[in-house]
């Protein structure tokens, strides 16, 4: 995957809360640190109305970041971001470092497509519960998906969606997977409406048996 996303940033050398409180009152900059690779961690700063601006697009979050410090590019990818929990401020960033030739860890966002139109929905009145509206995986930085998608098209009545049944991009893979199949978690589950004929056909089934 190409560098689509460049941030400018500084280096600094003041620490502490009281430094990063003055940057970000008093010169709309954010603190944050770069860590990773065979470098030292660099403590920097990034205009903070250019880093919200970026935060804008999803895709940011699971994309390369072309990294210009002081002139010096580095390629990153987002890994932490503190925010105020009130006012929309980014108080922290934390940017990791990769490189193209080593695998990487990282979270892709989760996309749930053809949710609503699916017949289970559409026509027999089904719910959708999501369990994870993210991925942990492993790839290269250039097989870096912008997302995972997971399609509902053929889904049926009490249908459950694990991991396994994700259609993973070349050359990506599943943290929890390389753990065993053990690990196969719930990705989303696709619930009967309460009182369908479904249900008391199985509830019927079930006395039957006692």
Do not use: W
Not at 107 to 127: M, R, W, Y
Not at 137 to 156: H, Q
Not at 160 to 173: A, F, N, Q, R, T
């Amino acid at each position: 995957m190409s560098n689509d996303f460049k941030l400018n940033a500084q280096a600094r050398d003041l620490q502490g809360k009281g430094a990063s409180r003055r940057l970000r009152r008093l010169e709309n900059k954010v603190p944050a640190i770069v860590y990773g690779g065979k470098k030292k961690p660099a403590n920097i700063t990034i205009a903070h109305n250019e880093l919200i601006k970026q935060l804008e697009n999803e895709a940011f979050y699971s994309h390369i970041i072309e990294l210009d410090i002081d002139g010096k590019a580095e390629n990153v990818i987002l890994k932490d971001l503190q925010r105020h929990p009130s006012k929309a401020l980014v108080m922290h960033a934390d940017f990791l470092r990769v490189s193209k030739t080593k695998k990487l860890k990282t979270t892709v966002p989760l996309h749930f497509i053809n949710e609503d139109s699916c017949k289970a929905v559409k026509l027999q009145g089904c719910t959708v519960a999501h369990s994870m509206t993210e991925l942990e995986i492993t790839c290269l930085p250039a097989n870096l998906p912008e997302y995972i998608e997971v399609d509902f098209a053929e889904a049926e009545a009490g249908s459950v969606i694990h991991i396994s049944d994700l259609k993973l991009p070349k050359g990506v893979e599943s943290v929890a997977l390389s753990h065993g199949s053990d690990h196969d978690l719930t990705v989303a589950v696709v619930n009967k409406p309460k009182g369908s004929a479904a249900d008391e056909e199985e509830g019927g089934e079930e006395e039957a048996a006692e």
